[in-house]
């Protein structure tokens, strides 16, 4: 019998999840992307190539692999297609692995210049999104006015559906915004002339899902983001526009969430964010420069520096419960390698009092102050180590401290960027 994992961020992104879901594609018949859109970015290092993915799933360098995108995620098409071409260009087989949901919902270039003119308008109070388009193509859809891929492939209801879609968003660019519309009559050629690349690649995902777990295979569902930038459960409103729980694994890809068998949850050893909103154990100092330099904390998809502090288990312990997270992978140990002493975020002082959980009231991040404990670090290098026991004990100790804290199991840890510098100790698959 198959096993069905999904792979999840259980911080604010940026934890590795490209990485590691390089790493067990080779076990797996399908990798799904269930969420988001190009706004992810996800990079793999493997023989000293770097490839950087924003829609197309990070088993795509695996022969064999199917990559598939569900439903759940918005495609902005002319950036696809720039993938799909980079990866070909590169000696990837793509087309004949790449299978996309016919139910995806279209980024337009409208959304993306409303998401620009928005960002701009907010000032100081902006979210820090990457304007791409995310959100206000999420808004249409969920105000059932959305266009998917579907209606690609019928020029004259798209066309339709289109101008009834662009002429009220330039109605916001032109009279909100005061900004310059869009033209109609271009995006819809341009995209008329997209739709016959990308028909062949269009398929009924939950059908397909549904065989191959019947027949007994391996299924790998890739998240992007973070748990706690949940469009329902983050720190709102500086969250993403879509569900990055576990959850989301389901309806965004039409499997039930009976076949989802495991949920392996990936955290830094430290705590990064990028963008704007609360971060309790964000340091100001030289240590979060420090942590800055040696992680190379910069955004895959926007190049913007990360926010970095220490290990947040308060955090993740609700993102454990939120996800109902079956074990967690480590990844950037080897960033604290040359550190005399490790903090780890055990609650949250507020009013007086210490939490072991957030605060219930987004609003009130602001007011908590982190309660730390503090473990001696090892000064010695880590990169490259692939068994436990051959960490220093100072690093195996802070694993297994983690493990205390929030009472799961490290079955993972990353300690580099190859593809190889890994630790198992148990394998998701088995």
Avoid at 56 to 71: A, R
Avoid at 188 to 211: F, H, N, S, T
Avoid at 361 to 388: A, H, I, K
């Amino acid at each position: 019998m198959g096993k069905s994992i999904v792979i999840i961020g259980t911080q604010w992104g940026d934890e590795g999840k490209g990485k590691v879901v390089d790493l067990l594609t080779d076990r797996a018949a399908a990798v799904i992307r269930f969420q988001g859109g190009h706004n992810a970015g996800h990079t793999l290092l493997i023989d000293g190539r770097k490839t950087v993915l924003h829609l197309i799933p990070s088993g795509i360098l695996h022969d064999g692999v199917d990559c598939i995108i569900g439903n759940g995620v918005v495609v902005h098409l002319p950036s696809l297609l720039e993938e799909i071409d980079g990866l070909v260009g590169n000696g990837v087989a793509v087309t004949d692995r790449l299978k996309i949901s016919a139910a995806c919902p279209l980024i337009l270039p409208t959304h993306i210049a409303l998401d620009r003119c928005r960002e701009r308008a907010s000032g100081r109070q902006a979210i820090g999104t990457t304007g791409r388009g995310i959100g206000p193509a999420y808004e249409d859809k969920a105000a059932r006015r959305s266009l998917r891929l579907s209606d690609l492939f019928d020029s004259e209801a798209f066309n339709a559906r289109l101008t009834a879609a662009m002429d009220l968003h330039n109605f916001m660019l032109q009279h909100y915004y005061h900004a310059e519309p869009v033209d109609i009559d271009a995006t819809c050629d341009e995209w008329m002339q997209m739709a016959e690349r990308i028909k062949p690649l269009v398929i009924d995902v939950a059908g397909y899902l549904g065989k191959l777990r019947a027949d007994g295979a391996n299924l790998l569902f890739e998240g992007a983001q973070g748990t706690l930038l949940d469009i329902d459960h983050g720190t709102y409103p500086y969250v993403t526009s879509s569900n990055t729980t576990a959850g989301a694994a389901a309806t965004g890809s039409g499997l039930g969430p009976l076949s989802i068998d495991y949920i392996l949850g990936i955290v830094k050893a430290y705590t990064t964010r990028v963008g704007a909103g609360p971060f309790p154990t964000e340091l100001f100092d030289d240590m979060g420069r420090h942590l800055a330099k040696v992680g190379a904390e910069f955004g895959a998809t926007t190049g913007r520096p990360r926010r970095c502090g220490w290990f947040d288990a308060v955090a993740l312990r609700r993102a454990i419960i939120n996800s109902s997270v079956s074990a967690l992978c480590v990844t950037k140990l080897d960033v604290l390698d040359a550190l005399d002493t490790i903090k780890i975020c055990i609650g949250y002082r507020l009013d007086g009092e210490v939490y072991d959980v957030p605060p219930h009231l987004v609003g009130r991040y602001e007011d908590c102050e982190p309660v730390y404990e503090e473990l001696p670090g090892w000064r010695t290098s880590t990169v490259g180590v692939t068994e436990f026991d051959r960490l220093p004990a100072p690093a195996r100790r802070y694993l297994e401290r983690l493990q205390e804290i929030v009472n799961i199991p490290v079955d993972m840890v990353s300690t580099g960027p190859a593809r190889g510098d890994n630790i198992i100790v148990r394998h998701p698959f088995d």
